[in-house]
Each structure stands twice: as structure tokens, then as C-alpha cells.
């Protein structure tokens, strides 16, 4: 140890005499090492750490191949079951120590209200052993039990987030009295700090409820007028599970001794199994991680790992220019080290010493970088995460800084080792053959940088072009001055007449509010992902003969297409006469038109879908995005919403003269002078609603380009360092090539070209290599192909840009050097 901490001080006074080549050695190691942690920060968020909860790799998502034919599903059809599929699960005692069933009350948030003020809010329903089951405690009050399940009690439990936001921290709120869809609830207690739920989406829940049986508390936004309820239908799938495996269970052993209890109670009051219909599957998926994120990140985020992992090997080779051409100048030192007795591993501890330093600055200046980083990288990606540093992040930054050390003693120590003694007492004699032999070292190193570095670029501008073409693609309407909302009906509203007459009603308020130019209803939101899809008959049979037509459609409104903006070649929009008359009226775009009716007038043709209701076409509209930019066009039609199944749940289009932001505090005003509890959920304008569709797009496009400036830097810093180095040790070679006739030009040529010739065989060098990693990125691009000409070719010249002009100032600096001081230099 006392060795040790010799080294260190020598190593201390060593970088402190050479401030230029200290300061930027640790940058370069602070932006290489900092970005690895704040991407790995963000993976570890959302891939990597397990739920808040004790033991928590015992805890699994229950899910399933399929169900029934018979049976109904409501919410991801993968991850729910029915409550006779719950109630036999919950008792298979040997596998599970407990099973615990949640559901969302809406697929996004609903209606809730303390005092006068309504908001919005996501809420489950979850089973009385949730809270006991996941090992949650409270924070203050009591969570649920058993009895509060079976005896369906108005009970709530605030989310520590929540109660934090909503009631800042107010410890007597429990006991009292909040509204959900205008359902009164107690809060009887606040969930423990850091636990948000367990979602598979990842977001965050606000509130916990008992599971419910009243029609106005159905789940998954599911109308009070809708024939399934909690108990009396039993091919009704909703439910999700999460279960606590026992100690010592295995996942393959407990699906095994689960499958048979699983499969009997699947067909529960819905039959026996069909002829040549399988029977469903049960399956597990963990719980660390967050399993939607995981689906729509994990490839993604293994990406961009790589480009960051790119970045810190451009940091390291950097710095291992530096150190080695550094070192060119203590080749003196290290033969007379060499010659008094040292061996490999004593050398190795003086130069390890040395990249220990460095590596610590840089860490520290890390550490701020990648706090930095972390929190931009989760806001950018629109996160609802912890992203803060946990005992991974803290074991993984060491765990960095231990490599890139290693790896720094090691690189020189094979030239600090291999030199003859007797170059201790002779420093000149091989000099030059000693400058050549590190200098080709030095040009095989800048290579590889440029070669990485054109991998880097060549990807960020593929992502670039991606984001570019998903902002600019053509929607088919006119997104611009829309602000879109959802509304749920009153729980008191009986039939569907009376929830049509109550958005019909408020659809009229809205049209009158000053600044409004139209409005409409919409079942689906545009941009949201949702959509309906069946099969379509056109005229009594399938227009594609044997094989099923399917059509996308949505309920909509009068006046849908005019407040959207979408063109009508054919026909007419639906007024207020087709939403009084039952007379089933439909609009279809034109690839229906193209596919379906082959050429002929769409006007006056009947199409069919689900429970046979006939609609007549009466226009023909534009082809137009629904569910996202990236969606392809398909046959689609709409049919006012009056003349299907009304929801409980309608979203608002409204188009208006200003910002229509500015709009939200009139129009909940006159939300609240219809229903107190009416609120509007989600308010957005439609423009950014369809940048949510491809916000991971625009996310990973910034991150990438990020990192590809970043790795231009630090390609450009560390040629910049190294030619400038090199220059300073060629000061007497530059003093004899200027007194035998050299000119300043020729002297400032001969730099450059050097730089240039090594930087054209990296550029040929990562060809190849970026045209791999284009093709690794093949299924996130949109409307550019991964061998893009254009990328290739500003990538190219960028980089030899950059590099020309790193060179530049070592080149201009050595032009200027006086011969006479040259040649005394040595």
C-alpha cells in the first residue's frame, strides 16, 4: 500500500506538470465515460430493475397463449383472465404463496373529485390481498383486505405520488370523502413512498380501489349499458394477474403443476372445448423490467448501448494516443527504470497508477455529465420513471472506470517495456526509428477512431432522416388549430339515448364558446394507437370472395370530416340528420372504394359489419392516418356514432380560430356547468398527439445524433491532441527540413497530409462497418432505405471536415516554428 500511494503521488505531480495534456485526457475520459452511464442509468429504469417491492424476483406477470372462442377480452388480450381463471389460480397453494388480480378503471385516466375541484386520475381495481400480497406497508392509514374485497367497500388508497401532488402530504385527508366517476369513496390509507402500481405499461397508477360490481364502475372504461359484469359473466376475460411464486419454485415446474387447474377453469360457464379449437396456454413473464417498455425499448436501447459503447472505446483509444505519445518523450525514464532493475509488473504499476488518476478526474466530471444526462434522456423519452442512480448504476460506474484504467496501463507498457537499456545512454541514437515505429502505432489508432466514428454518424443521420419524414408525412387531414379531449358521461345516464343526447348537447356548448370555429365527437382518438377492426360485407357478401374483408372503422360525429379537414372526393359529410335518424349512414376512404368496390360508385352501396346493421355509403373521404404516422393505409370507414354502440367515453375534436391551449379554461367551465364531476381527460392538441406516435422515433434520433457529435469531438480532440504532440516532439526535424530550403507551406502540407492520408483509410476502413450497423437499424427507419447515398456521403465529408480542420492549427502552428530554436530544441 505505501508503494501505492507513492505512485499515486508521483503520478499526481507527473499530470500536474503538463496541464494541456491532464485537462484533456480527462474530458475526453469524463464525456466517454459520463454518456455510458447516463444510457445505462435509463436501461437499468427500464429493463433492468424489478418493482419497489421486498423479494420482488419471486413476483411474475401471469399470461396466456389465447382464450376461448367463446369468451369476451377487454384490455391486452394477453395479460387478462377470467375471474373463474383468478378464483383457481388464487388457491393453487404449492406454486403460489399469492395470486393478486388488478384492472384499470379506464384505459386511461377518469373523473375524480375532492371538494368542487374534478380532475383527472388513473385508478385500479385491484384484490383485497393486493397490498399484503406485493409486501407493500402504508405510509400513513390502512391498505385492504380480503373482506373489503368480497364485500365490494368503497375503499381508497392514494398513491405517496398522489398524495404528494394532490394534497400536499396532508395527513388528515384520510377519512375523508373522493369521488370516482362520481362514486363516493373513503381513503383509508397512503401507499409506501417510491411504489406506483404494476402496470405492464409502466405507468404510474394514483389511486387503488376494491374490485367493484356496480355497472358504474366497470373496468377498462367498459359503459354501464354493457352486458358483462364482474360476477355474472364468466367468458368475460379483464382481469390481470400477478402472482408470488413460493420459495424454491421454479418457472417451468409451477406452469406445469398450474396448467391443468388453468385450462378446466378457463372453460367455466362458457362450455366445452370445441372441436379442433387448442386449448389456452399459461405462461409467466418477469416483473423486473417493465414489460411494455421492454417490448418497445429493449431492442432500441441495445442500440444505442452499442453506439455509447462506440463512443467510450473512441474516448479510450483517444486517451491511449495521448498516454502513448506522451510516453514517447520518458523512453529515457522507463530504460533507466528498466536498467536499475524494474520488471513489467513494477512498470505496470507506475503507468496504472498514472491512468488511475486520470480515470478518477474524469469520473468525477462523469458523474455531473451523466446526472445531467440522465434526467434530459428521461425527459426526452417521456419516462415516467425513477431514473436516479441505485446500487446497479453506483456498481456499474466502477465497474467502467476499473476497465478504461486497465486498459490505459496496459496500452503503453508493451513500448515502455520492449526498449533496449542502452537507449538510457544514448538518447538520440534511435530516435527516429523509435518516433516511426509509435507513429504507425498513432495512425492504426486514428483509423479505427474515424472508422468508428463514420459507424456513429452514418446512424444518427438514418434516424434523422426517420424523424424528419415521420414530422413532415402526410396525415391526410389538417392537424393544425386542433385541441382533442376525452369526456365520460355521467354514471346516472340510463340507455344510450341519453349519453347520445348528452354529447350531442355538449358538442353544441362547445360550438357556441368564442374562439371555437367547429367541433365533433370521436369514439377512437387519431394518434392514439386504438382502433376497431372486423370483417366487412359490401352489399350481403365479402368482396374478397372466400377469404374475410376486414375494415378499420370509428363512430364519429356530424361534421367529422369537415373539423378534421380531411378532403371528400365523393359524396357528403354526416350532419345532424343522419345522427337523429336510426337509418344506418357510412363514409369509407378511398382504399375501401379501390379494394372493395373495384371501380364502381361507392354512393348508395351497403356494407355490414359486426351484429349485421346495414349502412349505406353516402361519401367517400381521403385517405388519413388513425392510429399512428407510421400506419399503413388499409380500408376504413366511419359511421356516426349514434347509429352503433355509444361509449361512456367520447373524445372531443374541436377546431378553433387561437392557440387551442388557451381554450382549456373556458371550455372547463362550460364542462362543469353541464355535470360537476365532468372533466376533461388527456386535453392535448391533436398535432402533438400524433408526435406521441412516434415520440421513441424522435427520442433515439436525439440520442443518436448526440452521441455521433459527440464522437466527432472526441475524434477531433484527440487527433487535435495527438498531431499537436507530435509536432512539439518533430520540432527539431521541422528545424532542419526549414534550414535546408522547406517552406512554411510545405511544413503545414506535410501535417495535413498525414492527417488526411491516415483519416481516408479509417473512412474506407468503417465503410463496411456502417453499413452493417444501417442494417441493424432497417426496422426503425421510415421513408429511407439503411444504404441512403445521401447519409453515406455527408457522413463521409463531415468527418473528413472535422478532421481538416483539427489538423489545421498543429499545422499552422508547426509552419511557424523559427529554424534556429528548432534546431536548439534538442
Known amino acids: 500500500m505505501a508503494g501505492l500511494l507513492h505512485d499515486l503521488r ?34 437499468n429504469a427500464a429493463l433492468l430493475r424489478y418493482l419497489p417491492v421486498p423479494y420482488p424476483q419471486q413476483l411474475v406477470y401471469l399470461q396466456k397463449t389465447s382464450s376461448p372462442a367463446a369468451a369476451t377480452d377487454t384490455g391486452n388480450p394477453h395479460y387478462t ?157 379483464f382481469l390481470m394477474l400477478i402472482g408470488r411464486l413460493q420459495k424454491g419454485m421454479t418457472w417451468q415446474r409451477a406452469v406445469n403443476l398450474l396448467t391443468p387447474a ?43 448501448t452499442g453506439m455509447v459503447a462506440l463512443v467510450l472505446l473512441i474516448a479510450c483509444i483517444n486517451v491511449a494516443m495521448l498516454l502513448i ?47 445531467w444526462a440522465t434526467s434530459a434522456l428521461a425527459a426526452w423519452s417521456g419516462l415516467s420513471l425513477d431514473v436516479a442512480a441505485d446500487r446497479t448504476v453506483l456498481f456499474f460506474m466502477p465497474l467502467i472506470m476499473l476497465i478504461v484504467a486497465l486498459a490505459l496501463g496496459l496500452a503503453p507498457l508493451r513500448n515502455a517495456t520492449r526498449r533496449p537499456t542502452a537507449l538510457a545512454l544514448n538518447a538520440s541514437a534511435n530516435t527516429l526509428r523509435l518516433n516511426k515505429q509509435k507513429f504507425r502505432t498513432g495512425q492504426a489508432m486514428v483509423a479505427w477512431q474515424v472508422a468508428l466514428c463514420l459507424v456513429l454518424l452514418t446512424g444518427a443521420g438514418l434516424l434523422l432522416q426517420t424523424l424528419h419524414n415521420l414530422e413532415n408525412v402526410n396525415l391526410g387531414f389538417d ?43 370521436m369514439a377512437n382518438r387519431i394518434g392514439s394507437g386504438w382502433s376497431n377492426n372486423a370483417n366487412v360485407l359490401v352489399d350481403g357478401v365479402s368482396p374478397l370472395g372466400n377469404r374475410g374483408a376486414i375494415v378499420r372503422w370509428n363512430s364519429v360525429g356530424p361534421d367529422f370530416c369537415h373539423v378534421l379537414g380531411i378532403p371528400m372526393p365523393l359524396g357528403r359529410d354526416f350532419t345532424d340528420r343522419d345522427a337523429a335518424t336510426q337509418t344506418g349512414t357510412a363514409i369509407i376512404n378511398e382504399t375501401f372504394a379501390q379494394r372493395y368496390l373495384l371501380g364502381r360508385d361507392p354512393i348508395g352501396h351497403q356494407i355490414t359489419i359486426a351484429k349485421g346493421q346495414l349502412f349505406t355509403i353516402i361519401g367517400v373521404a381521403a385517405d388519413s392516418k388513425y392510429t399512428g404516422v407510421r400506419e399503413r393505409t388499409v380500408p376504413m370507414a366511419y359511421f356516426p356514432y349514434t347509429q352503433t354502440s355509444v361509449g361512456g367515453t367520447m373524445t372531443f375534436v374541436l377546431r378553433t380560430h387561437t392557440d387551442p ?17 365532468l372533466t376533461l381527460l388527456q386535453p392535448m392538441t391533436q398535432q402533438a398527439q400524433i408526435e406521441q406516435s412516434f415520440s421513441k422515433e424522435r427520442l433515439f434520433a436525439h440520442l443518436a445524433t448526440f452521441f455521433g457529435l459527440l464522437a466527432i469531438l472526441l475524434v477531433a480532440t484527440g487527433l487535435y ?100 530554436v528548432a534546431l536548439r530544441h534538442e
Not at 474530458?27 to 445505462?40: D, E, S
Not at 370523502?177 to 404510474?204: L, N
Not at 528545424?735 to 474506407?764: C, K, N
Open 10 to 43: 508521483y503520478a499526481l505531480r507527473l499530470l500536474s506538470r503538463s496541464p494541456g495534456f491532464t485537462t484533456v485526457a480527462v474530458l475526453i475520459l469524463a464525456l466517454g465515460i459520463g454518456a455510458n452511464t447516463a444510457v445505462f442509468s435509463v436501461m
Open 81 to 237: 383472465f377470467s375471474e373463474a381463471s383468478f378464483e383457481q389460480l388464487r388457491t393453487q397453494h404449492q406454486v403460489f404463496s399469492d395470486v393478486i388480480a388488478f384492472v384499470p378503471l379506464a384505459i386511461g385516466k377518469v373523473p375524480v373529485r375532492f371538494g368542487r375541484e374534478p380532475e383527472e386520475a388513473s385508478v385500479d381495481m385491484v384484490s383485497g390481498n393486493f397490498f399484503t400480497g406485493l409486501a407493500v406497508r402504508s405510509q400513513r392509514g390502512e391498505t385492504f383486505t380480503l373482506e373489503d374485497e368480497t364485500a365490494r367497500r368503497p375503499f381508497a388508497v392514494l398513491s405517496y405520488d398522489y398524495w404528494t401532488k394532490r394534497f400536499g402530504r396532508d395527513p388528515s385527508v384520510i377519512g375523508q370523502v373522493i369521488y370516482i366517476k362520481s362514486a363516493p369513496f373513503t381513503i383509508t390509507g397512503i401507499a409506501t413512498r417510491h411504489f406506483v402500481g404494476v402496470e405492464p405499461d409502466g405507468k404510474p397508477t394514483d389511486l387503488w380501489i376494491p374490485l367493484q360490481s356496480s355497472a358504474e364502475l366497470k373496468p377498462w372504461g367498459r359503459s354501464p349499458q354493457d352486458t358483462e359484469t364482474l360476477h355474472a359473466s364468466p367468458n368475460w376475460w
Open 262 to 304: 388453468f385450462q378446466r377453469a378457463a372453460y367455466q360457464g362458457v362450455g366445452q372445448l370445441p372441436s379442433g379449437e387448442r386449448l389456452p396456454r399459461l405462461y409467466f413473464s418477469a416483473t423486473g423490467g417493465i414489460q411494455k417498455l421492454r417490448e418497445n425499448y429493449e431492442n432500441p436501447l441495445t442500440i444505442l
Open 325 to 371: 505519445a506522451r510516453n514517447a518523450a520518458r523512453e529515457r525514464e522507463f530504460c533507466l527504470r528498466v536498467a536499475l532493475g524494474a520488471g513489467r509488473s513494477r512498470l505496470f504499476r507506475r503507468l496504472l497508477s498514472e491512468s488511475l488518476v486520470l480515470v478518477a478526474a474524469g469520473a468525477f466530471l462523469a458523474w455531473l455529465f451523466a446526472s
Open 479 to 521: 392537424a393544425s388549430h386542433l385541441l382533442v379531449f376525452d369526456v365520460a358521461a355521467p354514471q346516472t345516464l340510463g340507455d344510450k339515448s341519453e349519453r347520445s343526447h348528452f354529447f350531442e348537447s355538449l358538442t353544441d356548448d362547445l360550438r357556441a364558446l368564442p374562439g371555437v370555429e367547429s367541433a365533433t365527437v
Open 661 to 677: 391551449l388557451g381554450l382549456l379554461p373556458e371550455i372547463r367551465r362550460a364542462a362543469v356547468g353541464v355535470e360537476p364531476d
Open 721 to 820: 491532441g495527438t498531431v499537436s504532440y507530435r509536432v512539439t516532439h518533430r520540432t527539431a526535424e521541422i528545424g532542419v527540413r526549414m534550414t535546408l530550403g522547406a517552406q512554411r507551406s510545405q511544413i503545414s502540407w506535410m501535417v495535413l497530409m498525414e492527417s488526411l492520408m491516415i483519416s481516408l483509410v479509417g473512412l474506407f476502413i468503417g465503410l463496411p462497418l456502417a453499413f452493417g450497423g444501417a442494417l441493424m437499424l432497417r426496422s426503425k427507419l421510415f421513408g429511407v432505405g439503411p444504404m441512403d447515398p445521401i447519409t453515406f456521403v455527408s457522413s463521409f465529408l463531415g468527418i473528413a471536415l472535422v478532421i481538416l480542420l483539427a489538423s489545421y492549427l498543429p499545422a499552422r502552428r508547426a509552419a511557424k516554428v523559427d529554424p534556429m
